[in-house]
C-alpha cells in the first residue's frame, strides 16, 4: 500500500506511484540480496524501468519523457527506493544529463541523446567531482581547451555513478581562469578517444550501483558537444544540482518507508513477555518516532518539488528536504535494525542493507553540512536588517 495516496497524491499521481511499486518489484525484487554481496550492476534493468516509463519522468513528451513534474519523478523515485535505493540512484543519476539537455541543450543535441535516455536505452552519467573539489565544486582543476572544431580534455573525475557502464556523461571542466566563472559543461560519450577509467569503490552502502574513477587524457570532443556558452558549467551543474536535491531527498524517503515497513511488521508479529513488541513502550514509541520522521521528509520532499513545478524560488526548500530526508534516512534505519535486534544486524531481513545504503545520502549531491549552509545564508538574507 502507498502510505501517501489519498493525502500526499492526487488520483493520477496515485496510480503513478502504485505502477511505479509494481514495476519496481518484478524487474528487481528478484536479485537484490545476490547483487548487493556481489556488487553487481544490471544495466538490462534500466532499460526495463525505461520500458515501464520510469527513466524519463521529467523529460518533456517531445523526447519520449513523461513530461510530468518535479512532484511526479519524486514519487517514482520514492517507490523504486523502496525496492532498491542503489537503482533508484541509477535512474536518479541518469536523470541528471536529460535535466541539464532539456534546459540547456540546443536541439541536435536534444534530439541526440535525449529519447535513448528517457527509454533506459542509454545509461547517463554525471562529472563534476575531483579529487580535491568534492563540495567546493568551484575549484575543479580538470581542463577543456579548445582546438579548432574540437576540444580538448585533460583530468581526473571522481564518484562518478555509472563510470564505465554509462553510455554519455554530462562533464565540467575549465575552460576559463579560476573559480566558477571558468567551467563548461560538456557531453561526453562513452566512446570519446583518450577516455577511460580507473579503480571501481568498494563501498559500504549502494552496493550494485557502481562508482567508478574517470580519467581524461587527451581526450578529443566535437566543439558541438559543449553545453551552452563557454563559462556557464557552473550555473548548469548547480541547477541540476538543486533539482537533485529533491531526488536525492525522495530516494531516502523511500529507504525509510521500506526501513519502517520491515521494523513495524517484525514488532507486529515478534512476542516477547506474552505481548507483540510494538506494544512494549520503548518499541512503539521508537516506531512512532520514524514513521514522523519518515512522513515530515515526504512533505518536505514534495513542498520542494511543488515550488519548482510552480516555477517559484525553490533552492532553500530542496536543501531542507535533502537534508532532513537523509538524516532521517540515517535515524530510521539506525532504528529498525533496533527493533529487529539480533535479526536486523544480519543479512537475513534487509534493514541492514537499508542503513548501509542511508550513510552515502547525507554525503551525495552536497553534504548535510554544506546543505546548512546554504540554508543558513537564506536566513541570512531574509533577515538582514531586520
Not at 533506459?120 to 575531483?130: P, Q, R, T, Y
Not at 537533485?244 to 526501513?259: D, K, N, W
Request: net charge negative; proline share 3%; charged share 20%.
Amino acid at each position: 500500500m502507498n502510505p501517501t495516496a489519498g493525502f500526499v497524491l492526487d488520483e493520477d499521481q496515485a496510480a503513478l506511484a502504485s505502477a511505479a511499486a509494481e514495476a519496481s518489484r518484478q524487474i528487481l525484487g528478484g536479485t537484490l540480496k545476490e547483487d548487493d554481496e556481489a556488487e553487481r550492476f544490471r544495466k538490462e534493468y534500466i532499460r526495463a524501468l525505461g520500458e515501464a516509463g520510469l527513466c524519463g519522468v521529467a523529460t518533456p513528451e517531445e523526447y519520449g519523457g513523461l513530461g510530468l513534474g518535479y512532484r511526479e519523478y519524486a514519487v517514482v523515485l520514492e517507490e523504486i527506493a523502496r525496492v532498491s535505493a542503489s537503482y533508484a540512484v541509477s535512474v536518479a543519476v541518469t536523470g541528471l544529463p536529460q535535466i541539464i539537455l532539456a534546459q540547456a541543450g540546443d536541439d541536435a543535441q536534444k534530439q541526440r541523446w535525449l529519447p535513448g535516455l528517457a527509454a533506459g536505452e542509454l545509461l547517463g552519467g554525471f562529472a563534476l567531482s575531483e579529487p580535491g573539489a568534492g563540495s567546493d565544486a568551484g575549484s575543479l582543476r580538470a581542463t577543456a581547451r579548445r582546438e579548432g572544431e574540437e576540444y580538448i580534455l585533460d583530468g581526473t573525475k571522481f564518484w562518478i555513478t555509472h563510470g564505465g557502464v554509462a553510455d554519455v556523461y554530462i562533464l565540467m571542466a575549465r575552460t576559463g581562469g579560476p573559480g566558477a566563472r571558468g567551467i563548461s559543461a560538456f557531453i561526453l560519450p562513452a566512446d570519446a578517444p583518450g577516455l577511460s577509467f580507473g579503480k571501481k569503490e568498494e563501498k559500504m552502502g549502494l552496493r550494485a550501483s557502481p562508482t567508478v574513477e574517470l580519467v581524461l587524457e587527451g581526450c578529443r570532443i566535437p566543439a558541438s558537444n559543449r553545453v551552452g556558452p563557454e563559462g556557464a558549467g557552473f550555473q548548469v551543474a548547480m541547477g541540476a544540482l538543486d533539482g537533485g536535491r529533491i531526488t536525492i531527498g525522495a530516494v531516502s524517503v523511500g529507504i525509510c518507508q521500506a526501513a519502517l515497513d520491515v521494523a513495524a511488521a517484525y514488532a507486529t508479529q515478534r512476542k516477547q513477555f506474552d505481548s507483540a513488541i510494538i506494544d512494549l513502550q520503548g518499541v512503539g514509541f521508537m516506531l512512532a518516532d520514524m514513521a514522523c520522521r519518515t512522513e515530515a521528509s515526504r512533505l518536505l520532499v514534495h513542498k520542494a518539488a511543488a515550488l519548482k513545478d510552480g516555477g517559484l524560488p525553490y533552492a532553500q526548500s530542496a536543501s531542507m528536504a535533502k537534508c532532513v530526508a537523509t538524516d532521517s534516512a540515517m535515524a530510521v534505519t539506525q532504528d529498525a535494525v533496533q527493533v529487529l535486534g539480533g535479526y536486523g544486524y544480519t543479512r537475513e531481513y534487509p534493514v541492514e542493507r537499508y542503513m548501509r545504503d542511508a550513510k552515502v545520502m547525507q554525503i551525495v549531491e552536497g553534504t548535510n553540512q554544506v546543505q546548512r549552509v546554504v540554508i543558513a545564508r537564506h536566513l541570512k538574507r531574509r533577515y538582514e536588517g531586520t
